[in-house]
């Protein structure tokens, strides 16, 4: 049989397409990958259990990477489905998984659907406008990393946007629990806009100090995107320096550094971000 | 009331989500974008029109750009909505026809879907590894454009994958028929991976007699990716030379033109391709 990997959009429940649907239904174990992404007010387990009317197993990083031939059990002679938040591509590939199946002789298919990746034109800017995307991580005392400066110059110094996904830290042990092998989580964090405009400043600062000239400053343009896809989404464009004291509310957040824009894109960032600064 | 921009992904009609497909029914007008990409032999209008229960009028380019007040028309006493395939936002952002929704007080709400833009990644390379993506246009005799030549040198530059979007020629006019006035269309056209790979050959020729080193050559990996989503679709990975070559058959075609490769890129390219060489 066939082990599908099936995307179920940025909003709730009714995001799925109607080939997901019918394809969960028919499937034996319905699993939910859920350490990638966030679920939404409308996506948590019961209500998808609800809207399916079976039973979903959540899946956590450890049961998809290192138990896969468990997820995968049977998949050989009945369909399994998991789905994931997004696009199945969209956050993670998933590729230990999919090589493991393909190991196992289980057909992979995969339902696809939006993901932050296409979906961040909503805002207005044009997808093909946008250079390579980066991750930026949310930084300790002691780990600071900035390699994702370099990913947002060269886009810049083409005149592209950069795509931001901001840091998730779901199910992460503390490093004395970790040190105490003690299976005691942190709470989920999620890094907001404004986390993210603070730490792009500093690094420029620093770079500043370093007499380099940065490749963004207090002023340059960006757009904060928060829970795309859900009903009560948020755009808002603004300069970096405003976006360190905006409030995007809740999780997930996405922040995208603006480039060299076309007309029509500023006429489109002003109508569909709520307060905007071109 | 609203104007629904609904997605409806790369397949068939099944791959409309749950909510778009709740919102078309209840539309008093559905209108379906079809001169940016094409439908799949499961998504002509006829077969919509069965699987909504309801009329779709198809919306050409003219319709969309200049008469859009009349697509629009009723939107603020009613419901109306249109379809495009893949993402709203994915092959164009229907700007002019957002903003003049706006200018009416016409809320617009945007269901979004899969698009090549998220979906590429299926092939096994990573959607974080993607540079820019760029639009390879068809050459005429007189008109050989190849300033997208730039763009995947860039990406290259820093190792980065170019997603090639291929030209389509829908209800084009011929020079002869457009200076008759005459309202004749020529048959569609639509670029293939093999039409695509040789321009590309053509121009890294090109900046070698003019003694710039090309950014690629005719050994640079390639993947070619046609109808994806569709069930009969099909991933090849192979050199620029061996594409020149390839019958990837029916469109709608895609090519991309390999970066740097993770060794897991490698192996998902091995396995979810169905002739590789690395």
Known sequence: MVFYLIGLG???????????????????????????SILSCALDKSKLEHFYGKEVIMADRELVEQRSDELLAGAEVSDVCMLVVGDPFGATTHSSLMLRARDLGIPVKVIHNASIINAVACCGLQLYSFGETVSIVMWTDSWQPDSYYDKIAANRSRG????????????????????????????????SCSEAAKQLLQIAERKEKAGVQPAYSAETLCVGLARIGWK??????????????????????SLVIVGDMHPIEMDMLKAFSTCSHS
């Open 232 to 253: 009560n989404q948020k755009i808002v464009s603004c300069s970096l320096s405003e976006m360190v004291l905006m409030d995007m509310g809740e999780p997930l957040h």
């Open 160 to 191: 592209l946007h950069t795509l931001c996904l901001l840091d998730i830290k779901v199910k992460e042990q503390s490093v004395d629990n970790l040190l105490r092998g003690r299976e005691i989580y942190e709470p989920p964090r999620y890094m």
């Open 10 to 36: 940025l909003g709730d429940a009714e995001d799925i397409t109607v080939k997901g649907l019918n394809t969960v239904k028919k499937c034996v174990r319905v699993y939910l990958e859920a350490y990638t």
